[in-house]
């Protein structure tokens, strides 16, 4: 009884090795799904089937659509020309021309114009990139611009998209434009599901004449919050700030520093020192809760100029003028 037993365990096991390498083996083939006109023919040697469609076939669960297919059967690859097209889940591709290496599973686009989207409305245009139909990530270089549902734009000159995670990563040169605000950085993260944009180290930010730097922080599209962390330094036309952290609210302009934080003001010629420190927009004032010190320089008419320290506890300094 126990041998028998075994030899059914056995026997379903092989069974189950054997679908499965059926199923990689089906996985791994390309098929034509329909076609107008097929004609063999041979290239340089080599076995070919000329397609003319619209042509449309099926390889990694992905659809390879266009006007004329050469297939090479000998060498495993089909150069795709006129309206081609990759569909694969929430990820399109489109482009002139295409030459796809059915055992690599890759799909390499190059021409005038190729366009990737997703099911979010988000476009990246450029002239050279590869898709991987198995891992569903693109690789796209020689520069390439990227813009979202709500117009912003990223543009770099090479990086990644990876469907499954929904996730642009643009590398060299990158810039962000988003209404008013410009950035520039090494690499810019860009989740597309959560729309938030992650900075890198050497990351610039303007909005008018307001200027930012530091080697890290997020840029939330949802909500409109930004953080610059480490190293931050920012300049207005009336402040000059330093901190190792930065949180910025654009819907109600309220701002919030953390950790050795210094602010001058550039037209009163105060200082203010502190670990945490909020600018407040109603009315118009910082508000220092964490070791807070006040620096001013006071002119005075014998001793010139004079300095006045101020510590306690927690520290509120108005920039408005008296009678507002």
């Known amino acids: 009884?126990?041998?028998?037993?075994?030899?059914?365990?056995?026997?379903?096991?092989?069974?189950?090795?054997?679908?499965?390498?059926?199923?990689?083996?089906?996985?791994?083939?390309?098929?034509?799904?329909?076609?107008?006109?097929?004609?063999?023919?041979?290239?340089?040697?080599?076995?070919?089937?000329?397609v003319e469609g619209p042509a449309r076939f099926l390889h990694n669960n992905t659809y390879l659509i266009c006007d004329t297919a050469f297939w090479n059967v000998d060498k495993d690859y089909v150069d795709a020309i006129g309206h081609v097209q990759i569909i694969q889940d929430n990820t399109l591709l489109t482009g002139d021309r295409l030459h796809y290496l059915i055992n690599q599973d890759l799909a390499q686009f190059r021409g005038s114009l190729v366009e990737l989207k997703d099911d979010k409305g988000n476009a990246l245009r450029t002239e050279h990139l590869d898709y991987?139909?198995?891992?569903?990530?693109?690789?796209?270089?020689?520069?390439?611009?990227?813009?979202?549902?709500s117009g912003n734009v990223i543009e770099s000159f090479k990086g990644t998209y990876e469907s499954k995670k929904e996730l642009f990563t643009f590398v060299e040169e990158v810039q962000m434009f988003s209404d008013s605000l410009f950035f520039v950085s090494d690499v810019i993260k860009y989740r597309t599901d959560i729309e938030v944009a992650y900075f890198s180290d050497n990351t610039k930010g303007w909005k008018n004449q307001?200027?930012?730097?530091?080697?890290?922080?997020?840029?939330?599209?949802?909500?409109?919050?930004?953080?610059?962390?480490?190293?931050?330094?920012?300049?207005?036309?009336?402040?000059?700030?330093?901190?190792?952290?930065?949180f910025f609210d654009r819907i109600t302009n309220h701002a919030i520093l953390r950790r050795d934080v210094q602010v001058r003001d550039t037209v009163d010629g105060a200082f203010i020192l502190g670990d945490k420190l909020e600018f407040l927009d109603q009315p118009r004032s910082v508000m220092v809760t964490q070791n807070p010190v006040f620096v001013g320089l006071m002119e005075t008419e014998t001793d010139g100029i004079d300095t006045v320290f101020v510590a306690a506890d927690t520290l509120h300094y108005y920039s408005m003028r008296m009678f507002e």
């Not at 991987?132 to 549902?149: C, E, L, P, V």
């Not at 890290?216 to 952290?245: A, I, M, S």
């Open 132 to 149: 991987n139909t198995k891992d569903s990530i693109a690789y796209f270089q020689n520069g390439a611009s990227m813009r979202d549902s």
């Open 210 to 246: 307001n200027y930012f730097s530091s080697d890290g922080g997020w840029y939330n599209r949802n909500n409109e919050t930004l953080l610059f962390d480490n190293g931050v330094y920012g300049q207005t036309k009336e402040y000059e700030l330093w901190c190792d952290e930065f």
């Open 1 to 50: 009884m126990k041998r028998r037993s075994l030899l059914i365990i056995l026997s379903c096991l092989f069974s189950c090795l054997a679908f499965s390498q059926e199923k990689e083996d089906a996985d791994s083939l390309i098929r034509l799904l329909s076609a107008k006109k097929i004609q063999l023919m041979e290239i340089e040697g080599d076995a070919c089937r000329k």
